[in-house]
Every structure is written in structure tokens, then in C-alpha cells.
């Protein structure tokens, strides 16, 4: 056998047996987890940490490792002397807390896994003391002392600041713990303070009377219960959560929500601790402060219930509460909630009242962009291109007139440009019929006698199978038609080439009369409406661009992006 092939085998059967030796002695281990106090400041929720998201030090220990054996590894691991150290089991309270609880060892050989009461994982608060003073902690009575904890709270910046832990006899009045804890908090020497007893979520007890005695003033004292303080000051009043005990009670009804920007539909959006009792306006607020913005300037949607997407605008007066609006984004994640928003350039009250006008803006290369307008129910098409322009300033040319105007278009092709003057609700645009905002370019601002605007649209053979984007161009009387030619062809940004592939053709009811580019002369009669029977007025004449559509699409998509003619 090959050297090498017998060394490669001597190694693999090596580890095989090492994985079977770890195997058979996995049920002599057991894990020991750490927390120090170090790993509670900042922490701003019920309790002391909280375990998803602070990681504790673990060791691998074995199961008959006794008490002292314990201290030996930790006094190893943190460097503390083992009378600088004190183990207080972490335990799941009867009110859903976790709280350090007493090491209940009368024998020093009993093994960890016995004191952990068989429990493969046993998880401890390890008390150490403090390093500059350099002396080992001091007694404690289990009888008649006690380990709190303590947290001060600010109703200016509604956050928790922890204030370290202190073990006093439970018959110590709680009037004798204020200067301490006036020390703790920062607090002038003599500041009155309020104290609470930190329960469980959602219950927390001021203490009315602080000549009492510890054990008398907390129901049910205990090694691990928490006291929290704050100032006694008048000027509390004026902030949002007064009190702990607000700040508590809000903490409890708090959730995350995800909210994505509705008009861009690949933003992962972020997310925002709200509670489910905000009403709209501070909901809104609490996105607008993250958006930097005014939340008068923001709309809300609720979330489809089966679907990732946005649902119904919630308006501005709704009386229900963030509880009522959420709904889980998927059956899979039922903790993510979502709602969607959307920047306004006017405030939500005034929004609402308006009417959507739904068109398409293009710009002086043919390219469309669907558009939303919000304009007065009784506004004209001037009060709609006021709002186009308000919207659209930034992306006007820069050798353009700055003046708009609304066009109306009926299957690829222009049929008319309504007057200033018309309401908005008498314009109807459903079916094939959309209407634009464009530019109007600068040679087409004052035409004369001898001057017409004329419709220009794209169609292949048949009539019927019109496409792409139409447009206005200016042609004047008597010009000769390779003018009129050359500006089609810089309009539409295409070559020589491709523009001798295009047939021009003079389109009147429907029938299609060809041009012979250099023998024709605009006459603008061929383009004028003419008059039918009983005098009834007929459609004006446009010119049709017929050539192959390289970019097929159904000749139904009226929102079709403007093309190149040809490749």
C-alpha cells in the first residue's frame, strides 16, 4: 500500500475513534453559562438583560465538578480571588421574570449537577467585587439580608440607566436607601425621589410609604427584585411618560414594525419600536421623526393581511390604534408587522380632500413615466398642470418654454389637447384613453396663419396596429416635406438609416394616402378638419409613421416606454 494511502487511513481511523470517545462522554458534560453586571447596563426592557441578545460565557464543565471546583474555573477565567466572587443562580420566577436567587449549598461536595437540579444547562449571575477596592465581598446573611437591584429613570430621554446592585438587611427602612441611591443616580445630595418596585412586565408598584421597612414596604421580598427611581420633580409633568411606571406600561405594549416606502417597491424598508396604542399622529410622528420630515407630509397603508404589499390608504381621522392597522407580513414570520408610507408635497388633510388624477408624463425624449396628480375636485386642466410643473420642476429641459400642456391619447395616437379652462371632471380617462403632460418645446409656443400643430404616430401596414409614442410636431405652409422629415428624425434620435425604413403617410378617417418625401409640399388644408353631412365637424388628418415595431408588445399596453424606431 502506498505510504502516503496508509498514513491518510492511520488519521481517519484516529478521528473516527476520537468522535466515538467524545460521543460516549457527552452525557458526562454539562454547560455553565455567565452573565456579569457588566452585561446589564444599557439594558432598557423588563428584568436585568435580556438572553436573545446578550451572549453569555459559557464553559464546558463536567457534571461532578463540585461547588469549589466551579469557583476555581471562574476565579481562573475573570482573574478575581474566589472570595471576590459570588454565584447567584439565574431562575425563571413564577411571574415569567428572570431574577439571581440564592445558592441554596449546605454541602461544599455536592456536584454542580445536583445544584442545578439536573439540569444540563445551568445559567448564573456571577457577582464580583469591585476591583479597585480590592477586598473580598462581604458577607451575606441569607436569612435576613437581601440582593437588589437597582435602575434610574429619566422621563426627559424616557430611557433606564442601571445603578449596580447593593445587599442590605430586609428590616432597613427604604427612606435610608435615598441617599445611596441619590449617589447612584447622580442626583443632588437631598433630591426627593419616587421608588417603584419593578414586578413583571406591566406591573410596577410604587412604594407609598418609605418609612417602612423593606420586607414590609415590597410584598414577597426577595433575593433579585428590582427597585427603580426617578426625581420627584413637578417638571415631569410635561413629558410623554412621567413616570416608570408609564415608561413600564408603554414598554410592554411596545412592538416592531417595518416600514417600507410604498412608491419604491425593492425598499427593504426599516424598522421602529411603536407601541400598539399610538393613535395616527404619533405613529406618524414616530416615521417622520425617522424620515426627517413633517408627519403632515406622510400617508399611511395597511399591509395586505396574504400578500406583501400595500392595502388601502389609512386616512388622516382614523380613531383606531397602531393594534388595529397591523397584520402579520407573512404566516411563516408572525412576529413581523408592516406598514407602508409615502411622502407628500402637501399635508395629509389637504391630500385628502384632493382628487387623483392618473396620467403619464413625458419627457422631450418620448419617455414616459406614469404620474399621480392630487388637484381640488372642482380644478381645471390649469390647476393640473400647475401641480405637473410643482412636481416635475427639477426635470424640465433646460432649453424648454417651462410651459405645459395636457394631451389626450386614444390608442397610441393624440386626439386632442384640452383647453386650460376644462374642468378635470369632465375628462374621463379609462379604457384606451390616457392622458400626458409634456413640455411644450419652444418652437411651438406661437405659431401663425401659416403654421399647424400635427399629430405624429406609428403604425405597421395595418391602422389597427398602431404603437409606441405619438407626438406634435410643428410643419408650416408651403415647407417642403424633407424638413418636416429631418425634424421627425432628430426627434426621434435615430439615424439616416434607420429613418429611410420609415413611410410617411398622410392618415384622414381612417384611409392612409403615402407621401413622396421629395415631391411633397405641406399644404396645412390636408391636415384642416373638413365637414361632413348635416355640417358635423370631422377629424383632423395626422401623419403616420408606418414601419416595423422591433419592440412588440400588445397594442393594448397604453403605458408602452417610448422606443428607439428601429434597432
Known amino acids: 500500500m502506498n505510504p502516503d494511502t496508509l498514513q491518510k487511513q492511520i488519521t481517519d481511523e484516529r478521528k473516527l475513534e476520537m468522535q466515538r470517545k467524545d ?25 436585568l438583560f435580556d438572553m436573545n441578545k446578550i451572549k453569555s460565557r459559557d464553559f464546558q464543565i463536567l457534571k461532578s465538578l463540585n461547588l469549589s471546583g466551579v469557583m476555581e474555573l471562574l476565579s481562573d477565567s475573570y482573574g478575581y480571588p474566589i472570595d471576590n466572587m459570588r454565584i447567584w443562580p439565574l431562575t425563571l420566577r413564577t411571574n415569567q421574570t428572570n431574577r439571581p436567587t440564592t445558592l441554596e449549598v449546605e454541602d461544599a461536595e455536592k456536584t454542580v449537577y445536583d445544584i442545578s437540579e439536573n439540569d444540563p444547562t445551568w445559567i448564573v449571575f456571577l457577582e464580583t467585587a469591585d476591583p479597585e477596592c480590592q477586598k473580598a465581598l462581604p458577607h451575606f446573611d441569607k436569612e435576613n439580608d437581601v440582593l437588589l437591584f437597582l435602575k434610574k429613570y429619566d422621563p426627559k430621554t424616557k430611557t433606564i440607566s442601571y445603578c449596580g446592585h447593593i445587599a442590605v438587611s430586609i428590616t432597613q427602612k427604604i427612606y435610608e436607601l435615598i441617599p445611596l441611591l441619590c449617589e447612584r443616580g447622580d442626583f443632588p445630595e437631598g433630591t426627593p425621589l419616587i421608588i417603584y418596585e419593578e414586578v413583571k412586565p406591566n406591573l410596577t408598584e410604587k412604594i407609598q410609604d418609605v418609612r417602612l421597612q423593606l420586607d414590609k414596604a415590597v410584598d414577597e421580598l426577595m433575593d433579585g427584585d428590582i427597585l427603580v427611581f426617578q426625581s420627584e420633580d413637578p417638571e415631569n409633568d410635561q413629558y410623554e411618560l412621567a413616570t416608570a411606571k408609564d415608561y413600564f406600561r408603554d414598554l410592554y405594549y411596545r412592538i416592531e414594525v417595518l416600514l417600507c416606502d410604498k412608491t419604491n417597491l425593492n425598499d427593504p424598508g426599516f424598522t421602529l419600536t411603536l407601541s400598539v396604542k399610538m393613535n395616527y399622529f404619533q405613529i406618524a410622528k414616530a416615521i417622520a421623526a425617522k424620515l426627517d420630515t413633517d408627519p403632515m407630509l406622510l400617508q399611511l397603508f395597511r399591509a395586505q393581511p396574504h400578500r406583501d404589499a400595500p392595502s388601502h390608504p389609512i386616512r388622516c381621522a382614523y380613531e383606531g390604534t397602531l393594534r388595529d392597522l397591523i397584520f402579520s407580513l407573512k404566516p411563516r414570520t408572525p412576529n413581523v408587522k408592516k406598514l407602508y408610507y409615502q411622502r407628500l408635497t402637501i399635508k395629509i388633510n389637504e391630500f385628502e380632500n384632493k382628487k387623483q388624477f392618473r396620467c403619464v408624463w413625458v419627457s422631450n425624449k418620448l419617455q414616459e413615466e406614469e404620474m399621480f396628480l392630487y388637484t381640488n375636485k372642482d ?18 429641459g433646460n432649453n424648454g418654454s417651462g410651459k405645459l400642456r395636457l394631451l389626450e391619447v386614444i390608442s397610441n395616437k393624440i386626439h386632442q389637447v384640452p383647453q386650460e379652462d376644462v374642468l378635470l371632471e369632465c375628462l374621463n380617462p379609462v379604457g384606451p384613453k390616457t392622458y400626458r403632460i409634456e413640455e411644450i418645446p419652444e418652437d411651438q409656443l406661437d405659431l401663425n396663419e401659416t403654421e399647424l400643430l400635427l399629430c405624429v404616430a406609428h403604425f405597421q401596414k395595418e391602422l389597427f396596429s398602431m404603437f409606441g409614442v405619438p407626438f406634435l410636431i410643428r410643419v408650416q405652409e408651403g415647407e417642403p416635406f424633407t424638413e418636416v422629415r429631418e425634424r421627425i428624425k432628430n426627434q426621434l434620435e435615430i439615424s439616416e438609416k434607420e429613418l429611410e425604413k420609415i413611410k410617411f403617410a398622410i392618415v384622414l378617417l381612417g384611409k392612409t394616402s403615402y407621401i413622396t418625401e421629395d415631391e411633397y409640399r405641406v399644404s396645412i388644408k390636408d391636415f384642416l378638419p373638413g365637414r361632413g353631412g348635416a355640417g358635423a365637424m370631422q377629424q383632423k388628418a ?21 422606443i428607439k424606431i428601429l434597432n
Open 23 to 47: 460521543k460516549s462522554e457527552a452525557h458526562l458534560y454539562m454547560m455553565l453559562k455567565v452573565y456579569t453586571e457588566d452585561q446589564f447596563y444599557g439594558h432598557q426592557g423588563n428584568d
Open 379 to 396: 380644478d381645471t386642466v390649469a390647476g393640473l398642470l400647475m401641480e405637473a410643473k410643482l412636481l416635475k420642476n427639477r426635470t424640465l
Open 542 to 562: 395626422w401623419l403616420g409613421l408606418d414601419h416595423v415595431n422591433k419592440n412588440k408588445r400588445s397594442r393594448y399596453n397604453y403605458f408602452e416606454k417610448a
